[in-house]
């Protein structure tokens, strides 16, 4: 079945150490997309890709660093500049074609600094 | 500042019932859509409505745009038990063109009591 995986579900993080988490779709979407989200909150756009090799930062890109080698992958390392890292991280993707179309969004993954 | 903003935050109602729920947003929009969270989990599209659209079903659930007055309405009828979860809408704004994120409100939590 197509779809995004992230993983892992749950990482824990030591302060001053960079994590990556993992998204991976196989649904051929050109777009990917990280979003954070915070207790009772809604989603905030960290960074996103359009195609292979090129990525924009969205709202709130300080303190994360992104890849888009292959197509299907689209890597978040959260770094030790991150001051606030505890959060829920959700990967998405869409496709470019057609006038607009909805997200196809991953399991997620929590983030907990102890 | 969000884009989107729903109302209520929160809304408790008999099951069968129907639940409505708001959102308004400040920028002109391509398309505006809708999601559900369930608890720790990803977000699942149920509905998109474009900007030159006024109203779109989808099984139980009725969606309306009033772009005059920058806001949406998604109703969901004969509620049930599983219904219970958090509702997000979402906005994709007109800017200089691709996919450039979506950006979500803080979402409804939706509770149907048995």
């Known amino acids: 079945d197509g779809g995004i995986t992230q993983s892992p579900k749950y990482l824990f993080r030591k302060e001053g150490q960079n994590v990556t988490l993992s998204c991976e779709q196989n649904?051929?979407?050109?777009?990917m997309y990280w979003y954070r989200q915070d207790p009772g909150q809604g989603l905030r756009l960290i960074y996103y890709?359009?195609?292979?090799?090129?990525?924009q930062k969205g709202d709130i890109a300080e303190g994360y660093s992104v890849s888009r080698e292959k197509k299907e992958s689209f890597p978040l390392t959260v770094t030790s500049a991150q001051k606030n890292p505890t959060a829920f991280y959700l990967c998405a993707s869409s496709t470019q074609d057609g006038p607009g179309y909805g997200y196809t969004f991953g399991s997620g993954t929590r983030l907990t600094v102890v | 500042s969000q884009q989107g903003e729903e109302d209520p935050q929160a809304l408790s109602i008999q099951e069968g019932e129907n639940a409505t729920m708001n959102c308004s947003y400040k920028t002109s929009i391509n398309n505006l859509q809708w999601y559900r969270q369930n608890s720790g989990r990803g977000l699942v599209h149920l509905i998109l409505?474009?900007?030159?659209?006024r109203e779109k079903h989808s099984g139980r659930l009725r969606v309306t745009l009033d772009t005059s007055k920058k806001s949406s309405s998604l109703l969901i009828t004969a509620s049930r038990a599983a219904d219970t979860a958090s509702y997000f809408c979402?906005?994709?704004?007109?800017?200089?063109?691709?996919?450039?994120?979506?950006?979500f409100g803080k979402g409804t939590h939706l509770i149907i009591q048995p």
């Open positions: 890709s359009q195609i292979v090799n090129d990525f």
């Open positions: 649904l051929n979407h050109d777009a």
């Open positions: 979402a906005t994709d704004v007109v800017s200089g063109g691709g996919a450039d994120g979506l950006t």
């Open positions: 409505i474009r900007s030159n659209e």
